[in-house]
């Protein structure tokens, strides 16, 4: 059975003028459930291996049902994809060899550096980049038969959508245009690109650096070096140099640079010149030639170093025969490795490939940015040799909300690495990174020390007390936060209609902050700093001071303490009071007090009546907020700020509405769109395919610094989480469906479990969580107040 999106307004319109929120989420559950697909109960996942179910181009594209995507986007812009990559890497590598069909050094035309668009007709080429890689990699490299141009003016190909093939370490297209076959895969630290070319004397490739200076260089018949001078060196972590090495001599060069002194454009602009073997400047940039018969191949093979000596040595150590066949197995192997430790029966094929394609996205940070051994640029900018696998920063007001739990599961050995390079990275500039809002570094290394992770966490604790306490740090505000505990906002001239850019989100920033604190506190209390953690504890409490109850929403204030007004909770913000958010999605934003919330909102019954009321009232926002889509009703399940809250109802007695809600967000808004492929807003590093991973599961760490998961209704009949420890977490859903997603009944290793949570201590050494399922829900099943997830508020 079917029912139309707008047969489905009309009824629930109806509905919501009788009954209320409350019974419009009831029918929003049920519609949720008609008309899928029956899983395959009792069947084997599939005689595939679970690395060939993954497809990286999942999240390459938008989202394209009206009523997921709200107001979105602006005129003139596309709608937000997931942004990530289909290119070629390793899991959490330093380097991916991509294809690019966004031309971002004429323009951000989604808003980020991304390289690949889904729904984009044309390639301006592929990248090998290093720890820059993306949209604005260097270099650029595209294999051109005929005439080319100069770049920032990319000779651009169509491509046979039919032939292009993504699989973990690999990616496949036909460029219609030149009759050229396009292959790339990859080692940790080089890319490998095969191109495939038809019978031509003037079969190219084009190769240039893509930033406002560099030099470029052609050595001898067989290679191509560089050096970027312009950008962000400091972010080159794989270093400014790179070696492409050619796996045939070429039979004619010559190298070309922008004209940056020509005033207006035409033909004869551009500074190209055969057989010269050096150039510096704009766009900087060589092609070379090859004559070819039909079916013959080129490889190309590219590492970036702080020298040309040092990328030619990770060419030979990486990658010394050019051997692509090999190369590919090896990350195939890779991955395939990492797949295997999450194993998933019954579900439906498409349920399958999104889960194994999350679950690659999962791993897309942070990268790796030096092996032990090797060498690697410092915050502190010296270049210096790696004492143990250095990765790059977390992304932590993305990832840090799940992918960080999901790592500490499956890779604990790896986050000791991690924290370790957090750790140093705050040696060596002062303090424990941030990333861009709030400062949650702290969630890291107190939910790591809860799930039993060794690690010294007494010094790591000396930098996230100095984040917390010194307002020259990266805590923005922190002064008027420790006098006033919370954070005003000026309100802008005029009071421009949202979204305003310009604010301090002083709101949603107290708010992370408290919930930082509560962190804060946990680690000072085991580390036996009594007085700190009496002080962060007071401080947690900081969200109550943004919850005006006159309106029954967290709510912006000014220096003076006056709320701030007109305030719409419907309306997203973005930077003004919150960030990148309405008031409705804001309000959630408790995980560590989840209970005191809802005593702020009068109690559990009101609580429940609340988030019913915002999976049920309609998005009618008069701003745009570019981040905010995948919606049900005030929901967005397409930026971070409110999606744990569908998990909210095991605090309130209702869980069998998480487990609708998490089935209903599951099915629409991850590959529900004509490719298949999208995803409800950008990823973040990983981050919105982690909650596909976690949730598809069946649980979710509202908050990733404590050692609890609440529970959800996993998609799949049965998972077995090969964890880090060696042990084996596995949980069976009998008789499991579209339409059986509810709860009855559930045993922890043959005990009855009534909880709607569990705890990292239940499953440390292994476990089997059997759910019954069923579909009608069990009302009585989690509903005891005493079941409840615990909360900073003890009542």
């Known amino acids: 059975m079917t029912l139309s999106f707008e047969r489905f307004r009309r009824c629930t319109s109806s509905i919501f003028k009788r009954h209320g929120a409350a019974a419009i989420v009831l029918a929003i559950f049920a519609v949720g459930s008609m008309g899928a697909g029956r899983a395959q109960n009792g069947l084997a996942s599939s005689a595939v291996s679970s690395v060939d179910e993954a497809n990286p181009l999942v999240g390459t594209a938008p989202l394209d049902r009206p009523e997921l995507i709200g107001n979105s986007p602006p005129p003139g812009e596309p709608l937000y994809s997931g942004m990530t990559s289909p290119g070629a ?26 390289s690949y668009y889904y729904t984009n007709p044309t390639m301006i080429g592929f990248t090998g980049g290093g720890s820059t890689y993306g949209g604005r990699a260097a270099p650029m490299i595209m294999p051109v038969v005929g005439d080319w141009t100069v770049p920032p003016d990319y000779t651009q190909s169509y491509y046979d959508k039919a032939s292009e093939k993504a699989s973990p370490g690999y990616y496949a297209v036909d460029l219609a245009t030149f009759h050229t076959r396009v292959e790339l895969t990859a080692t940790q630290r080089t890319s490998l690109m095969r191109f495939t070319f038809p019978a031509s004397h003037r079969s190219n490739v084009i190769l240039n650096l893509r930033r406002p200076d560099g030099d470029v260089e052609v050595v001898g018949d067989h290679t191509i070096r560089g050096v970027t001078k312009g950008g962000h060196l400091r972010d080159d972590s794989e270093g400014p140099w790179f070696v492409a090495e050619f796996s045939r001599p070429f039979t004619a060069f010559g190298t070309f640079r922008a004209d940056r002194q020509h005033e207006g454009y ?10 010269r073997r050096a150039v510096s400047g704009s766009y900087a940039g060589a092609y070379v030639r090859f004559d070819t018969k039909a079916g013959e191949q080129v490889l190309v093979r590219v590492a970036h170093g702080h020298s040309a000596d040092e990328a030619e040595q ?54 790796l940015v030096a092996r032990k051994g090797d060498h690697f640029v410092g915050e502190d900018g010296k270049v210096q040799v790696a004492a143990y696998d250095r990765y790059g920063p977390v992304p932590y007001w993305d990832t840090g909300r799940n992918q960080i739990t999901l790592l500490m599961l499956l890779e604990p050995k790896v986050v000791q690495d991690i924290m370790r390079s957090e750790l140093d990275r705050a040696r060596e500039h002062g303090y424990m990174d941030t990333s861009f809002h709030g400062d949650h570094a702290v969630f890291l290394y107190d939910g790591a020390w809860q799930r039993g992770i060794p690690f010294d966490y007494a010094a790591a604790y000396e930098y996230l007390r100095k984040n917390a306490t010194d307002p020259k740090g990266p805590r923005g505000y922190l002064a008027e936060y420790m006098k006033n505990g919370w954070i005003s906002d000026i309100v802008p001239p005029g009071n421009p209609s949202p979204p305003y850019a310009g604010g301090k989100a002083g709101a949603a920033t107290t708010l992370e902050y408290a919930w930082d604190d509560h962190a804060l506190a946990d680690v000072a209390q085991r580390l036996g700093k009594t007085d700190d953690a009496q002080m962060f504890l007071r401080r947690a409490a900081n969200y109550r001071n943004v919850f005006d109850p006159s309106v029954g929403f967290v709510r912006g204030r000014t220096e003076d303490g006056k709320w701030i007004s007109p305030f719409d909770p419907g309306e997203p913000y973005y930077n003004f009071m919150m960030k990148e958010a309405s008031g409705w999605s804001t309000l959630w934003l408790v995980p560590h007090d989840v209970r005191g919330l809802a005593n702020l909102l009068g109690g559990r019954d009101a609580f429940s009546a609340k988030l019913d009321a915002f999976f049920s009232t309609p998005y009618t926002a008069k701003g745009i907020c570019r981040d905010c889509t995948g919606l049900i009703g005030q929901y967005v399940q397409g930026n971070q700020p409110d999606q744990q809250a569908a998990y909210l109802y095991a605090w309130s007695g209702q869980p069998w509405k998480t487990q609708a809600l998490t089935r209903r967000i599951l099915a629409d808004m991850y590959g529900s769109d004509a490719s298949g492929y999208a995803f409800p ?18 649980f979710y760490p509202v908050d990733p610094s404590s050692p609890d998961y609440i529970m959800g209704s996993p998609i799949f009949d049965r998972v077995r989480l090969h964890m880090g420890n060696g042990k084996i977490f596995e949980i069976v859903a009998q008789d499991n469906s579209a339409t059986n997603m509810y709860i009855q009944s559930a045993t922890l290793n043959g005990k009855p479990w009534n909880k709607p949570w569990f705890s990292h201590a239940d499953i440390a050494n292994g476990a089997t969580l059997v759910l019954t399922m069923g579909p009608e829900p069990n009302k009585a099943w989690g509903a005891d107040l005493r079941d409840a997830p615990p909360s900073m508020s003890a009542q």
């Open 89 to 114: 890497s390793l899991p959490q590598s330093a380097t991916e060899a991509t294809p690019v069909n966004l031309n971002v050094d004429l323009s951000y035309p989604a808003g980020v550096g991304m």
């Open 266 to 275: 035409g033909i004869g602009d551009a500074d190209v010149q055969a057989n």
């Open 314 to 367: 990770r060419l030979r150590d990486e990658d010394p025969d050019s051997n692509f066949e090999r190369v590919h197995a090896q990350a195939r192997a890779a991955w395939a490795q990492l797949f295997d430790r999450v194993e998933v029966t019954g579900g439906t094929p498409k349920q399958r490939m999104l889960f194994y394609s999350t679950l690659y996205h999962s791993f897309a940070s942070p990268r």
């Open 681 to 698: 807003g950008m990823d973040d590093q990983g981050s919105t395919s982690s909650w596909y991973v976690l949730s598809a599961m069946g």
